[in-house]
């Protein structure tokens, strides 16, 4: 039989405010991991 392992209370821990913490992102040329990689922006299409 296994050993049960003991139950450990996750801990939430803060980063810093969401100002601070998105505070280096910004629209870029490309896309992310959505699409391939290196897809220029002004080549996406989206459908409603």
Known sequence: MSETKKYRKPVLKTLGSIQQITAGSQD???????FPAKTPADELTFSD
């Open 28 to 34: 870029g040329a490309f896309t992310d991991a959505a």
